[in-house]
């Protein structure tokens, strides 16, 4: 009786010690956080289309690098990620890939509209522009978080003892954290009369 | 005087809370009560009229906002400060995360309007950007200070003047 209880209590221990419960718990975690970041670049991708109205309407001129930021998008939203993908490499280097090559076109367009005034002094696309910053912050905090989550994951898993459950039970895989951007720093940042 | 601010907008939710030790070793002031200044730069009447003002639409509306000024910034951008800060502080109601900080930072001439995910529909990134142009900005280029974070925390009250969700 006593050895069934000591064996009971031996079990109990070691199985809440080899990931059975936190392996799925940090993987939920990065799951949830990649939501978070697919739902910050869906919110850019929203606001491209009002943003890509507005110069239109006073730089018509600048046809090019209008369809350049039209077509970045279209690509950017073609390539989903889903939670299962997150193992996959190449996928999660496509979306980044992808969202990157919107931020430079979505950036040459904003440093053309800095020649001109008459669009700069919409009250409309300052607020788009507001918009836009705020978007891209929240992509930067998204995907640090999912970044945290990731490595949170990646250390459970290959860490003993949860290593242990993670290859029995989940036969887990190290997800992919997003690179840090080059150049992130340096992203052409516009200003409209934020500065003064 | 003339200050130049720069409104670094952004509203983004706090998430998780570590300790208050975590908080002082990344250079965050402690969250002493609705008005935390750091950098002292309120005076007396501006002080008073903020902790009023804030006391009487926190009891309203149970939304939690605190108009912090910082002394510095430690080299960050005040978005990333401000995301730190308002998640270090842990403050907003549990599950609702609804918070709002309006951060100056007067050596980095910085200020920003720092919003939970609670509250991103009331006081959404190009209102918050209005009362950082129309209430913040005209006093402090004036060089008042007091009377810019006075302003911009009346019209920031105004508009997160709606009931909350309840926890």
Redesign the interface.
């Known amino acids: 009786m006593k050895l069934r209880a000591a064996l009971t209590l031996v079990s109990a221990v070691l199985l809440t010690a080899c990931g059975v419960n936190s392996v799925p718990r940090s993987e939920e975690n990065a799951k949830a956080r990649w939501a978070d970041v697919q739902a910050a670049y869906q919110r850019r991708a929203d606001l491209i289309p009002n943003i890509v109205a507005t110069v239109k309407g006073a730089a018509a001129s600048e046809g090019k690098i209008l369809t350049d930021v039209t077509n970045a998008r279209a690509s950017a939203t073609r390539i989903q990620v889903t939670a299962n993908d997150l193992s996959d490499e190449n996928k999660v280097q496509q979306f980044q890939a992808a969202q990157q090559a919107l931020s430079g076109s979505l950036g040459r367009l904003l440093a053309t509209a800095e020649a001109y005034p008459d669009l700069k002094s919409q009250a409309r696309f300052g607020d788009l522009v507001t918009e836009l910053e705020g978007t891209e912050n929240r992509i930067n905090i998204a995907v640090r978080d999912y970044n945290t989550a990731v490595q949170a994951y990646n250390t459970t898993i290959r860490t003993f003892p949860d290593a242990i459950g993670a290859k029995v039970f989940y036969g887990a895989k190290p997800m992919v954290p997003f690179q840090a951007k080059a150049g992130a720093d340096t992203a052409p940042t516009v200003n409209f009369g934020n500065t003064n | 005087m003339l200050l130049?601010?720069?409104?670094?907008?952004?509203?983004?939710g706090f998430?998780t809370a570590p300790t208050p030790s975590k908080a002082a070793a990344k250079g965050y002031p402690a969250l002493t009560g609705r008005v935390v200044d750091a950098a002292h730069i309120l005076g007396p009447a501006a002080r008073n009229a903020l902790e009023q003002e804030l006391a009487l639409a926190g009891a309203k509306t149970k939304h939690q906002m605190v108009v912090v000024t910082v002394a510095s910034l430690h080299g960050r951008n005040i978005?990333d400060y401000g995301?730190g800060l308002g998640r270090s502080w842990g403050i907003g109601r549990n599950g609702i995360n609804d918070c709002v900080l309006l951060i100056v930072a007067p050596k980095e001439h910085k200020v920003r309007v720092e919003v939970g995910y609670g509250l991103e529909g009331v006081l959404?990134?190009?209102e918050a950007?209005h009362i950082i142009?129309n209430d913040i900005?005209p006093p402090f280029?004036a060089g008042d200070l007091s009377a810019g974070i006075v302003a911009g925390t009346k019209a920031i009250l105004h508009e997160i003047d709606v009931p909350g969700a309840t926890p």
């Open positions: 130049a601010l720069v409104p670094a907008l952004l509203l983004v998430g978005a995301v959404r990134d190009e950007g142009q900005l280029r």
